[in-house]
């Protein structure tokens, strides 16, 4: 496990040549999908590799084997069998059908927006972008408020409220048609914002040293309580999401801001260069995945 491990975080510290911009991330998210499908084989059978603290027995009775690439938008539903269906009672009735109705309607109603992203499901499958003239990632969050702002209007909330309500519809439209993750690396600034966002995912910080790998790399599959740690493949696919501990729809900068509060961490605020490369990198992995959000999570 201690070597997986090892081979995994290396990745974060590997440069890319000149011209082929994605080159190394490709690298990065190819090697990720090897990884998990390994790991979720056969979980019984790789205990010692992978899962050396969960009883054997657990891994037999609750785990899913056999898992594939386009499994993990699932996030831990993927593996956990009583968590899959718990998930799947929930979204029966889903809790985020009125927010994605509220998102049309402030799509059509708010000033600018439909000049703006003229094919909101694309906008879903295509953000966060590397803006060459500002030289910096922008995220779909960020995207809908500068288009706010510039006709007129209000910073919205990035964390929760309206902008989660537009994202939702967004998503729902992306899934609808099943557009998958297409985020592009076109230039070297953009490879060293992505290569910024992973160094930032794989360092430990925090007054007690955790890295957001520990949790959802070599952790992914560990049981946390009652509740089992999400892989970082398809991180990304399902947001916003509805969380029962919310009762609310979220984006993924609200996400991320509590994760990180939660590893002992002072999490960058959403707008940050250090929150916009993080979702950038995040948002690479999951490249090529189908679009499954809204979704619900615990």
């Known amino acids: 496990m201690v070597k997986k491990a090892i081979a995994i975080t290396a990745l974060a510290f590997v440069s890319l040549s000149a011209g082929n911009f994605n080159a190394q991330a490709e690298k990065d998210r190819k ?16 205990s010692r590799s992978f899962f050396p603290y969960v009883p054997e027995e657990e891994l037999k009775k609750n785990y899913i084997k056999g898992l594939k690439w ?5 996030g831990s539903y993927a593996y956990a069998k009583a968590q899959r269906e718990q998930y799947e009672e929930l979204i029966d009735v889903p809790p985020y059908e009125d927010n994605i109705d509220n998102g ?13 992203f003229p094919d909101p499901a694309k906008a879903a499958a295509t953000y966060p972008k590397f803006d060459q003239k500002r030289k910096e990632v922008v995220t779909l969050t960020g995207a809908i408020n500068d288009c706010i702002v510039a006709n007129g209007g209000k910073k919205l909330n990035p964390k ?9 519809y967004f998503a729902s439209q992306a899934k609808e048609k099943g557009l998958k993750i297409d985020i592009k690396i076109p230039s070297k600034e953009a490879q060293e914002a992505y290569e910024h966002g992973k160094k930032y995912y794989y360092s430990q910080r925090g007054y007690i040293k955790l890295s957001c790998a520990n949790c959802h790399v070599q952790g992914s599959g560990q049981r946390v309580r009652k509740e ?13 999401v509805y969380r029962l501990k919310w009762q609310g729809l979220g984006t993924l900068e609200r996400r991320m801001t509590g994760c990180i509060k939660n590893m002992g961490q002072q999490p960058p605020k959403p707008d940050s260069k250090d929150m ?12 090529g995945m189908k679009i499954d959000g809204p979704d619900v999570r615990k």
């Not at 929760?160 to 939702?168: L, S």
Request: a positive charge.
């Open 31 to 46: 090697a990720l999908i090897k990884y998990f499908e390994t790991k979720f084989a056969d979980p019984a059978g790789k």
């Open 70 to 74: 386009q499994d993990f938008a699932k």
């Open 104 to 116: 049309e309607k402030l799509y059509n109603e708010i000033k600018g927006l439909k000049k703006c």
């Open 160 to 168: 929760k409220g309206k902008i989660a309500d537009i994202e939702a």
């Open 228 to 240: 089992y740690l999400s892989p970082l493949l398809g991180q990304t696919t399902h947001f916003p």
């Open 276 to 287: 916009r490369d993080l979702i950038y990198f995040l948002s690479y992995m999951s490249n």
